[in-house]
C-alpha cells in the first residue's frame, strides 16, 4: 500500500521530475491568501489609531490591495514567468503544447497567456471578496427586515442569497475535483484557473536559476543617463526590494501572527477573567471632531443619530454605544465608521440587544 501511494511525496523520475508535487502546487495558493489577512489586520489597527489620518485606507483597503497585488504580480510574470508565490516556491509558467521545449523563466510568457494570468490572479481573488462581502451584507438587511415589504428587488435577494451557497460549493467542488485528478496524474492543472490561463506550471531548473541570477546583476549593475530610464531602474528596484521583504519577512510573520491569534484566543481564559473582574471601563474619547459626527444626547434611551427613543437597541463592538439598528446600519454601510468616536466599523460588528421585558 505504501509503495501504491509513495508517488504523493517522493518527486517522480525523468520527464515527471518537473511536475510539482500536489502539496507545492497547494502551498504557494495559499500564501498569497495569508498575506492578505495580515495587511488588513494591520491596516485596521491603524485605523482605529487616528481615524481621521488612516481610515480611508480602511475604507479602500481592497481596492488599495488589489493596486499593489496587480503590480507585484505584473513585476513576477514579466521577469519570472511566474506569480510571487509561485516564483517563491520556485516554479514557472509554461504555455500548454510545449511539451518537453520549456522557455526558460526570463524569456516571460506570450502577452494572451501573460494577460490572461495577470487577470486571473488578480481579479478574481478581488470579485470572490466582494462577492462574498455583498452576501453577508444581504444577509445582515434580510435579517433584520432592512429593505421595506414593498421593495421589487426582495424577492430577487432572497433567490440570491438561496442560491449562492450551492454556487460556492460548486465552485470549490471544481477545485477539489481538479487537485484529485492532478493527484492521480489525470490532469496537468491543479487549479481550473491555470487551465482557464492556458498555462501550466513546471520547476525550475537549474538552467533557469542561472538565468534569473544573470538578468538580476545585469539590472542592478548597468548604468542608466535618461531621467527616464532612471525613473523606470528606481520603480523597478523598488518594487523588486517590496517583494524581497515580504518573501524574507514572511515566516516570522506567520509566526507572529500565530502567536497573537493564541494570545487573544479564548483558549486564554485566565487573562480573560482577570480582564472581566475589572470595572467598566469609561466611554471612549470622542475622536473624530468632525461637523458630520453624532452627538450624544441627554438621555440614554435616545439613538444619538436619529435623536428618538431607540427602536431595535444595537450596540457597535467598537465602540460600546447603543443606537436604532436602522439608524447604525445605514451610517456604517456608508462611512465605515462609529458615529460618535470615528473608530473604523463594519457592518459584522453590529451587535443586538434584548432586555429582559422582550
Known amino acids: 500500500m505504501a509503495e501504491v501511494g509513495a508517488h504523493l511525496t517522493a518527486a517522480p523520475a525523468g520527464e515527471r521530475a518537473a511536475r510539482p508535487l500536489v502539496f507545492e502546487a497547494v502551498a504557494q495558493d495559499s500564501l498569497m491568501a495569508a498575506v492578505k489577512p495580515a495587511l488588513q489586520h494591520l491596516v485596521k489597527v491603524l485605523a482605529e489609531s487616528n481615524p481621521a489620518r488612516y481610515g ?3 475604507r479602500w483597503f481592497d481596492e488599495i490591495y488589489v493596486l499593489l497585488d496587480l503590480l507585484l504580480q505584473q513585476h513576477y510574470l514579466a521577469r519570472c514567468s511566474a506569480s510571487f508565490s509561485e516564483n517563491f516556491y520556485s516554479m514557472k509558467r509554461i504555455p500548454m503544447g510545449h511539451g518537453r521545449q520549456r522557455p526558460l523563466a526570463t524569456a516571460g510568457l506570450p502577452k494572451r497567456h501573460h494577460w490572461k494570468s495577470l487577470l486571473l490572479l488578480v481579479l478574481v481573488p478581488y470579485l470572490k471578496g466582494k462577492l462574498e462581502k455583498l452576501v453577508s451584507s444581504l444577509r445582515e438587511e434580510d435579517e433584520y427586515s432592512i429593505h421595506p415589504p414593498s421593495s421589487s428587488w426582495k424577492r430577487f435577494y432572497r433567490a440570491f442569497l438561496a442560491a449562492y451557497p450551492y454556487v460556492n460549493m460548486t465552485w470549490e467542488g471544481w477545485f477539489l475535483i481538479q487537485q484529485l485528478c492532478y493527484i492521480l496524474g489525470k490532469a496537468e492543472h491543479h487549479s481550473p484557473l491555470l487551465k482557464l490561463a492556458g498555462v501550466r506550471l513546471v520547476r525550475l531548473t537549474a538552467e533557469d536559476i542561472q538565468a534569473l541570477e544573470k538578468k538580476w546583476a545585469e539590472s542592478t549593475s548597468s548604468q ?8 523606470q531602474s528606481a520603480l523597478r528596484r523598488a518594487l523588486g526590494a517590496v517583494a524581497v521583504s515580504l518573501s524574507t519577512g514572511l515566516s516570522v510573520s506567520v509566526f507572529f501572527l500565530q502567536f497573537l491569534d493564541w494570545w487573544y484566543s479564548s483558549e486564554n481564559q485566565e487573562t480573560i477573567k482577570s480582564l472581566t473582574a475589572l470595572p467598566t471601563p469609561p466611554p471612549p474619547v470622542h475622536l473624530d471632531h468632525e461637523p458630520g459626527s453624532a452627538v450624544l444626547p441627554g438621555l440614554k434611551s435616545v439613538c444619538p443619530l436619529c435623536r428618538k427613543v431607540r427602536v431595535n437597541a444595537t450596540a457597535l463592538a ?30 459584522q460588528h453590529l451587535v443586538k440587544l434584548y432586555s429582559p421585558e422582550s
Do not use: D, I, M, N
Open 318 to 347: 467598537t465602540s460600546g454605544f447603543v443606537f436604532c439598528y436602522r439608524c447604525a446600519h445605514g451610517f456604517v454601510k456608508a462611512h465605515q465608521r462609529c458615529p460618535v468616536t470615528g473608530y473604523a466599523t463594519e457592518l
Open 224 to 231: 542608466t543617463h535618461s531621467f527616464t530610464s532612471r525613473v
Open 56 to 58: 480611508f485606507l480602511w
